[in-house]
């Protein structure tokens, strides 16, 4: 298609039509040309002959009716003298014949043997008879020449008295007009070449606009807009080429255009972070963003041209035609048992004005953290509720013993007020510890890091713990000898430690014994508390450092603890950079761990 052959262009069409015209053009007038010529020689040859004619007639006319003597030459001598006079170029023999058929005379000097004889030709018979000139061109056959015969009678007092027999050489003019024949075709053959060799050059004015536009249409098809086709003139061939220029200029105009728009859309899509689904009037998917494509899980591959209701898993619920009309969103839940996975959709149609609907398009948004936040806030205020109604509600019921009455007993009231001052004081610690976590939890919060040695650091608040502690629980330490200089807020791992080693403390059975170590890492260090109390169940390890949660509850309420501590603490340790994890055998005991980030270099420069 992209090559048009020689033998099929326009140009050697154009060629050929010329050539064509060419040629019948110079066969009419050739024709027409040769014909008039060729009788018009023919004619001058008679003509000047027969002018010849009527002199020999007059001349044989007189000799012929002429009364002889003796002495006068016979008739035969006399037309021979006339005869050879009369020889001239373009006859080759004349004869006399007598009215009796006889020949009397003939021109040839060769042929003199027929004088005397009667003649046998046709033609001389018929003008003896009807008295009337008459001439043919036949063909010798001797030679293949023409030759033209003449009959003219002679006449005297109207009666026939003989015959002139003439045979004219006209083969030249045949031959003349062969040799006119042959320089008209040598010269149509010179004008046609020339005419060929000028109809490929006005040809190309034509053709060569038209292949650089078609040329430029193929370039254009490949989307090269580059190309320019040249305007060679004004007439309509020009205009073609001037409207062609203009045509690829607003096409390439229109095509940068809707690339454009295409290129922003397609970034927008795929940076967005919401997923875009959007189908056909069918409800098949046509396009899918990346993001959407993560969100389902599904290859685009295997995504495009499914029904969006089956790759949305909506099947049993809506149809698209559901989905045309549906002004709400539509959670999709995708969890299971390992995971919450929650999205929402919005479905918009795609309608012309006409009300023709072109399609749907989904926005998926990934609601899973929202959900979870929901909850968590949702599972917070229910804890934070009941944390405060139980001991509000016993102080309620105390204090309204006390108001009956009860105040007056010396025994009972100190134990009532007492038990109001430990609710008091562990709504106390409750609210307290609220409010620590509502600090960290707000955008603003920040350190106040200082250097200090961490083995100092942690020996300081182990100390305290042994100087202050009841139970009967031995400590062990496993701390480095030398310093580790760290940068850290020491008020809030206090109170970190603190936590740890006050709930390992509570869980240790007497004469048990909690080990502290601190081991140096590549770019940490691991500080761990263990002790041997009774464990955590494997199942709930991870729970313990979420918000209000106890293993068990009651016994912890009642060992004063709010459920906070070990949440405070993963907070205050993750703002440090570090970690916190649980390890524990059910009934042998539990370890604490904490990692912070521990740069030596840091210490190096201190040292
Ligand atoms: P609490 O104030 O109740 O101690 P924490 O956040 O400090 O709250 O601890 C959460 C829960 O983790 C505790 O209620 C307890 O069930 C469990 N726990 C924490 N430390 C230990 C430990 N050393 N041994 C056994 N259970 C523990």
């Known amino acids: 298609m992209n090559k048009v052959g020689f033998f099929r262009s326009i140009h050697l069409?154009?060629?050929?039509?010329?050539?064509?015209l060419i040629i019948l053009a110079v066969q009419i007038i050739g024709v027409y040309f040769v014909r008039k010529l060729e009788d018009q020689l023919v004619s001058n040859f008679k003509q000047s002959i027969e002018g010849h004619i009527n002199l020999l007639e007059y001349n044989l006319r007189e000799e012929m009716t002429k009364e002889r003597d003796e002495s006068d030459p016979s008739l035969g001598t006399e037309v021979k003298s006339i005869l050879s006079d009369f020889i001239s170029s373009g006859i080759a023999e004349v004869r006399v014949i007598d009215n009796r058929s006889?020949?009397?005379?003939?021109?040839?000097?060769?042929?003199?043997?027929?004088?005397?004889?009667?003649?046998?030709e046709f033609m001389v018979k018929r003008a003896l008879a009807l008295g009337s000139k008459e001439d043919k061109i036949y063909i010798e056959k001797k030679t293949g020449h023409r030759i033209w015969v003449l009959t003219s009678p002679i006449k005297s007092k109207g009666e026939v008295i003989g015959v002139i027999y003439l045979v004219g050489t006209i083969e030249n003019v045949f031959k003349q007009m062969n040799e006119i024949n042959g320089i008209f075709i040598t010269g149509t053959a010179i004008s046609m070449v020339i005419t060929a060799l000028l109809g490929v050059l006005l040809a190309q004015t034509i053709t060569r606009p038209i292949s650089d536009m078609r040329r430029q249409a193929l370039a254009m098809a490949k989307g090269n807009f580059s190309r320019k086709v040249k305007v060679y003139g004004h007439d309509e061939i020009g205009q073609l080429a001037f409207s062609f220029n203009h045509l690829t200029k607003k096409l390439q105009e229109a095509q940068a255009t809707t690339e454009g728009e295409r290129r922003k859309l397609s970034t927008v899509l795929a940076f967005m972070t919401d997923g875009v689904i959007a189908t056909d009037r069918r409800g098949r998917v046509i396009l899918i963003n990346t993001p959407a494509e993560e969100m389902l899980n599904v290859p685009r591959e295997t995504g495009l041209s499914q029904p969006l209701v089956s790759l949305l898993e909506l099947d049993d619920r809506y149809t698209f035609e559901d989905l045309l009309t549906e002004q709400e969103s539509v959670i999709l839940d995708y969890s299971t048992k390992e995971r919450h996975y929650i999205l929402r959709a919005n479905f918009s149609v795609m309608q012309r004005d006409t009300g023709f609907v072109n399609g749907v398009i989904a926005v998926l948004h990934d609601i899973t953290e929202q959900e979870k936040i929901e909850m968590e806030r949702r599972e917070f205020v229910a804890n934070v509720s009941h944390e405060l109604r139980t001991p509000l509600t016993t102080m309620r019921s105390y204090l309204e013993a006390l108001a009956e009455g009860a105040w007056q007993d010396k025994e009972i009231a100190p134990q009532f007020l007492n038990v109001t001052q430990n609710e008091t004081e562990r709504m106390i610690r409750l609210v307290n510890d609220l409010l620590?976590?509502?600090?960290?939890?707000?955008?603003?919060?920040?350190?106040?890091?200082?250097?200090?040695?961490?083995?100092?650091?942690?020996?300081?608040?182990i100390d305290r713990f042994e100087?202050?502690?009841?139970?009967?629980?031995?400590?062990?330490?496993?701390?480095?000898?030398?310093?580790?200089?760290?940068?850290?807020?020491?008020?809030?791992?206090?109170?970190?430690?603190d936590n740890i080693i006050s709930n390992a403390l509570k869980y240790s059975p007497e004469g048990g014994q909690v080990s502290f170590k601190v081991k140096e890492k590549a770019e940490e260090i691991e500080v761990s508390i263990s002790d041997q109390g009774m464990g955590i169940p494997k199942e709930n390890l991870d729970k313990i450092f979420e918000r209000f949660y106890r293993v068990d509850r009651a016994r912890s309420r009642q060992m004063g603890g709010t459920g906070l501590g070990l949440a405070i603490a993963k907070e205050m340790v993750a703002a440090h950079g570090g970690q916190i994890w649980a390890k524990s055998v059910e009934g042998c005991g539990t370890t604490i761990y904490i990692t912070l980030p521990y740069d030596r270099s840091q210490e190096d420069d201190w040292s």
């Not at 069409?13 to 064509?20: A, C, D, H, N, S």
């Open 13 to 20: 069409k154009f060629v050929l039509i010329y050539l064509l």
């Open 436 to 461: 620590k976590l509502s600090k960290m939890d707000n955008a603003d919060y920040t350190l106040k890091k200082n250097w200090v040695d961490f083995g100092e650091f942690f020996s300081q608040i």
């Open 102 to 120: 006889i020949i009397v005379g003939t021109s040839d000097p060769n042929n003199q043997g027929i004088v005397g004889q009667r003649t046998t």
């Open 467 to 497: 100087m202050t502690k009841q139970q009967d629980v031995t400590f062990k330490r496993e701390l480095p000898k030398h310093s580790i200089l760290m940068e850290i807020d020491e008020d809030k791992l206090t109170q970190v430690i």
